[in-house]
């Protein structure tokens, strides 16, 4: 039984299709997150615009006016704060965030990555897959810690990279598992259903017993 649905945050920096797969998925009275803020750190992000369209509550921080990182998620935590907000969903949101606000919402942060990981942190994931000639490549959804995308992984998607996959058609056959597998680790980090055991996401049996590896369970 859900006693009440986490106060979600999506963090954006552009185009916001994960934000809109969250959106679609939280939707459902039964998810047990509801989208309560959309915010961004660069105002003219797309994305900001189609949650507005939907009726979200949008904020923008921008990073560009303040002087350092510390400023900057100073004026981002007092907006959750604003909000009540008990859960964030950083969707393409291209700042590398401090060791101190991420230690604030250990647990209680989670990224989508377009990549396996640990394979292919940081930046252009598809274009170094490629020149690597790997076969297989993906996405990976994760809680978030200090060190750049790492931490307890709760979800990923593998595709395969066909012989004249360019970086654009790879990148497209990713996103569409990004918006399968975003929704689906929002709904298992907030249902309180999985812990994190050292850098491990598990789960408990249903008869809570012995923990197992977290899968989406099927219906
Ligand atoms: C997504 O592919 C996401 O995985 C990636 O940015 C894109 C955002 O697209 N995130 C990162 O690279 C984070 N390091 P979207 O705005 O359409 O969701």
């Given at each position: 039984?859900?006693?009440?649905?986490k106060?979600?945050?999506?963090?954006i920096s552009g185009?916001g299709?994960?934000?809109?797969?969250?959106?679609a998925a939280?939707r459902?009275?039964?998810f047990?997150a509801?989208?309560a803020?959309?915010?961004?750190?660069?105002?003219?992000?797309?994305?900001?615009?189609?949650?507005?369209?939907q009726?979200?509550?949008?904020?923008?921080v921008?990073?560009?006016?303040?002087a350092g990182r510390e400023a900057?998620?100073g004026s981002?935590?007092?907006?959750?704060?604003a909000?009540?907000?008990d859960?964030?969903?950083?969707?393409?949101?291209m700042r590398l965030?401090?060791?101190s606000?991420?230690e604030?919402?250990?647990?209680?942060?989670i990224?989508?990555?377009?990549?396996?990981?640990?394979?292919?942190?940081?930046?252009?994931?598809?274009?170094?897959?490629?020149?690597?000639?790997v076969?297989?490549h993906?996405?990976?959804?994760?809680?978030?810690v200090?060190?750049?995308d790492?931490?307890?992984?709760?979800a990923?998607?593998a595709?395969p990279?066909?012989?004249?996959?360019t970086?654009?058609?790879?990148?497209a056959r990713v996103?569409?598992q990004?918006?399968?597998?975003?929704p689906?680790?929002?709904e298992?980090?907030?249902?309180?259903r999985?812990?994190?055991?050292?850098n491990r996401?598990?789960?408990?049996?249903k008869?809570?017993g012995?923990?197992?590896?977290v899968?989406?369970e099927?219906?």
């Open positions: 039984m859900i006693v009440r649905r106060r979600t945050a999506i963090l185009r299709s994960n934000m809109s797969s969250l959106i939280a459902s009275p039964d047990p509801e989208i803020l959309v915010l961004s750190n660069r105002p003219d992000a797309p994305g900001l615009a189609t949650a507005k369209s009726g979200l509550a949008t904020a923008a921008d990073h560009k006016i303040y900057f998620e981002l935590q007092a907006m959750l704060d909000h009540y907000i859960f964030i969903c950083l969707a393409g949101f965030l401090t060791a606000f991420v604030r919402w250990r647990g209680r942060m990224n989508i990555h377009p990549a396996i990981l640990p394979s292919y942190k940081g930046l252009h994931t598809h274009e170094r897959a490629l020149a690597d000639g076969k297989i993906g996405c990976t959804v994760h809680f978030v200090p060190e750049m790492s931490g307890p992984i709760i990923q998607s595709v990279v066909l012989d004249y996959d970086p654009d058609t790879l990148g996103l569409a990004e918006h399968i597998i975003y689906l680790a929002l298992l980090a907030t249902s309180e999985v812990w994190i055991d050292g996401v598990v789960g408990a049996a008869d809570g012995e923990r197992r590896l899968v989406p099927p219906d």
